[in-house]
């Protein structure tokens, strides 16, 4: 009876590394199999680079008209009559551009129409309207 408790005592625990590297040779079959090898289709060109390329500022001047006729251009507010010289001031800086008067449903009518001829007198004729609440 001594000898087998001596005897078990002699084995060293081992572990087994077979399943481990089933699992890792598995998973990389899995993915090279799933990787596509195949050149993605379209037409290959060259794109010219552009020496003077900058920035081109936003083309569209927004102004803002609160239901108690406060009236907003560029987060800031601004009295009606000075409209123009801040249409005439932003169009220098984009030509092409246009101006969207976003106006509270409950805004005077007579208050936009003054920002719309203002917007005229700048000397931009694409004027977009847009009503809803503010």
């Keep these: 009876?001594?000898?087998?408790?001596?005897?078990?005592?002699?084995?060293e625990a081992q572990i087994d590394m077979t399943p481990m590297l089933d699992i890792v040779f598995i998973m990389l079959i899995f993915f090279i199999v799933t990787t596509s090898f195949v050149k993605p289709s379209g037409?290959?060109?060259?794109k010219p680079e552009a020496n003077t390329a900058t920035k081109k500022p936003s083309a569209n001047?927004?102004?803002?008209?609160s239901k108690t006729g406060?009236?907003?251009?560029?987060?800031?507010?601004?009295?009606v009559e000075r409209v123009t010289a801040n249409v005439e001031r932003m169009l220098a800086?984009?030509?092409?551009a246009a101006?969207?008067?976003q106006a509270d449903?409950?805004?005077?009518?007579?208050?936009?129409?003054?920002?719309?001829d203002q917007v005229k007198a700048a000397g931009i004729s694409k004027i977009s309207?847009?009503?809803g609440n503010e």
């Design 43 to 46: 037409l290959d060109y060259n």
């Design 105 to 116: 449903k409950e805004a005077q009518h007579g208050l936009v129409i003054k920002i719309m």
């Design 70 to 79: 406060i009236i907003m251009m560029e987060n800031r507010q601004v009295d």
């Design 1 to 11: 009876m001594a000898r087998k408790k001596h005897s078990t005592m002699d084995e």
């Design 99 to 101: 101006v969207l008067i």
């Design 61 to 65: 001047i927004f102004i803002g008209v």
């Design 129 to 131: 309207v847009s009503a």
């Design 93 to 96: 800086e984009a030509p092409e």
